[in-house]
């Protein structure tokens, strides 16, 4: 599977092309200095990291108009890529270049690997410099701190995928009774430490009490399970 990935790469003075693709296809559209576009970009990627359902975002090709729109579903977001052929055309007269539903973070990531990489490549002086306007380097570290801050599930969440985890190992799951962390130590794990949800077997049969219980730890910045042994 062809993963997200989003380019931003500096033309001629004031313009920019930018491209996403995945494995359903791709796009390509073109940006004018005119408006606030990277920082629109950005900082609706943001919002939608921090929980906001739906943001936008619009980027200036003169005079066509190249509409974003993102909608977050749970840890998914659908994103469509529009064309206007003018900033007062109707939006009915949109034509969608491209679509497609991926992770929050797969999104958020892919945006700041494109800004990241025209930072190195190019430097933030020489950027101003073509683009004809600053970085948009606080909008950029607004969203890596919306990412690194967000980024981890909450205890809901990975108490469900220990659930279903535990359900696919074992054929009597729901009759096991779980004992999950409490909500402060699920929100104070240090980096890299996992949430370890105890599943205790059935009540009444015969070997309950020689059968120890079983635990399911779920990295809650991965969400991946695992059988502890």
Do not use: C, N
Request: aromatic share 10%.
């Amino acid at each position: 599977m062809t993963p997200l990935a989003i380019t931003w790469t500096l033309h001629s003075h004031g313009w920019a092309f930018i491209k996403v693709s995945d494995d359903q296809g791709e796009a390509e559209v073109i940006a004018s200095y005119v408006t606030d576009g990277p920082e629109q970009f950005l900082y609706a990627i943001a919002r939608l990291v921090l929980g906001d359902e739906d943001t936008r975002a619009a980027f200036e090709g003169e005079p066509q108009v190249y509409q974003w729109f993102f909608h977050r579903d749970g840890s998914d977001v659908d994103i469509r890529l529009v064309r206007l052929d003018h900033d007062l055309s109707p939006s009915s007269s949109a034509t969608v270049l491209w679509s497609a539903r991926h992770t929050v973070t797969a999104l958020a990531r892919s945006a700041v690997r494109a800004f990241d990489r025209i930072a190195h490549e190019v430097g933030q002086e020489a950027y101003e410099t073509q683009w004809g306007q600053p970085f948009p380097r606080p909008e950029l570290e607004a969203l890596r701190t919306a990412m690194r801050d967000h980024s981890r599930m909450d205890l809901a969440e990975a108490q469900r995928v220990a659930v279903v985890f535990f359900a696919s190992r074992m054929e009597d799951a729901h009759l096991w009774d779980m004992r999950a962390p409490s909500e402060p130590a699920a929100t104070q794990l240090a980096e890299g430490s996992v949430l370890v949800f105890e599943f205790r077997p059935p009540q009444g049969h015969a070997w309950q009490s020689s059968w120890p219980p079983l635990r399911v730890s779920v990295d809650p910045h991965t969400g991946r399970p695992d059988m502890l042994r």
